[in-house]
């Protein structure tokens, strides 16, 4: 049974940093890709970022330049480093696995998810 555990949210100042880690059970890193979503209340969960076994990444065009998605394989965790945070970067965070269908940030392409760890950046 794959299980994805996240933490590393907290609640941080606009201008200021996190690092989001998932850690696996089940799942076998770098084997497929992997991702980071988001979800603010009252809005669609949105992909964030997302890496594939070859280390490719891609990011939504609002976190680019300001996060940036690794995995280390050996650990079995994926992470997110959140730099220069923004108030609308406020949302519950999830990292997925078990990419099979679509485009790398659709959340219907995926079939693992963590529980969501909450981010929430002041003014």
């Known amino acids: 049974q794959v299980q994805l555990v996240e933490s590393g949210g907290g609640s941080v100042q606009a201008g200021g940093s996190l690092r989001l880690s998932c850690a696996a059970s089940g799942y076998t890193y770098g084997t497929g890709c992997m991702g980071w979503f988001r979800q603010a209340p009252g809005k669609e969960r949105e992909g964030v970022a997302a890496i594939d076994s070859d280390g490719a990444t891609s990011y939504t065009d609002s976190v680019e330049g300001r996060f940036t998605i690794s995995q280390d394989n050996a650990k079995s965790t994926l992470y997110l480093q959140m730099n220069s945070l923004k108030p609308e970067d406020t949302a519950i965070y999830y990292c997925?696995?078990?990419?099979?269908?679509?485009?790398?940030?659709?959340?219907?392409?995926?079939?693992?998810w963590g529980q969501g760890t909450q981010v929430s950046v002041s003014s």
């Open positions: 997925a696995a078990g990419f099979w269908h679509g485009t790398w940030l659709s959340a219907g392409g995926y079939n693992y």
